[in-house]
């Protein structure tokens, strides 16, 4: 069964920092790579995903790909309270082609 | 474009009853996936259905919870008999199939007492 693991958190950052949250996988095979932010009582949210390896940039988020290691990570930069949700990191391909997700890291950007 | 709908939003029962759960994905969406998301924990994948064929159901506790999609557009879930520990948020996603981008609807809270 492929494993996606976060570190729970909470992760604690002030206003203004950069919070960097990060995931790792089990299947070798995993092709395509996802962040979801997931705010109290709602649903995921795509905010990034990422094929190849290296970076992508988006506004103020890059996800970072080492498919060697087996690492993706989400760095979200100028973090501002309206950041402070759940993160959830999401891994899709494999032998059974399926979406798997991690449990989440808890990010709090403080005023 | 409408987003993934579901339905009901919440659903309170009680131990031993049986639920249904309803999505309606996104026009055009060959993919369609039912999560289980306990309080805390990230989503869990019960069932990914392609079009209408099942491409993983690994995970999902076939002796009381079954799913279907009817001509590959809508599906739904069953849980018959529940458990306490059925309670949580079951989220329903899409994607195209082309592109595995998942999209999802508001998700139905249940609780079981």
């Known amino acids: 069964q492929k494993e996606v693991e976060q570190n729970s958190g909470p992760l604690s950052v002030p206003e203004g920092a950069i919070a960097s949250l990060n995931c790792t996988y089990s299947?070798?095979?995993?092709?395509?790579f996802f962040w979801y932010r997931q705010y109290s009582g709602k649903s995921p949210e795509l905010i990034m995903f990422i094929y190849s390896n290296g970076d992508k940039e988006d506004g103020r988020f890059t996800a970072q790909l080492n498919k060697a290691s087996q690492y993706v990570s989400l760095l979200i930069r100028d973090s501002q309270p309206s950041d402070s949700a759940t993160y959830l990191c999401?891994?899709?391909?494999?032998?059974?082609?399926?979406?798997?997700f991690g449990k989440g890291t808890k990010l709090s950007v403080k005023p | 474009e409408a987003g993934v709908a579901q339905s009901p939003r919440y659903k309170i029962i009680e131990k031993r009853q049986s639920v249904a759960f309803w999505c309606n994905p996104i026009s055009g969406h060959a993919t369609l996936y039912w999560y289980q998301q306990i309080l805390g924990q990230g989503p869990k994948l019960l069932i990914q259905f392609q079009n209408n064929g099942v491409v993983d159901d690994s995970q999902l506790p076939k002796d009381r919870f079954s799913a279907e999609r009817l001509k590959g557009v809508d599906s739904t879930l069953k849980i018959q008999p529940a458990k306490l520990e059925d309670s949580a948020v079951y989220l329903c996603?899409?994607?195209?199939?082309?592109?595995?981008?998942?999209?999802f609807g508001q998700g139905t809270r249940l609780t079981v007492v």
């Open positions: 999401a891994v899709y391909g494999g032998s059974q082609g399926n979406l798997i």
């Open positions: 996603a899409s994607s195209l199939g082309t592109g595995p981008e998942a999209f």
């Open positions: 299947d070798r095979g995993s092709q395509s």
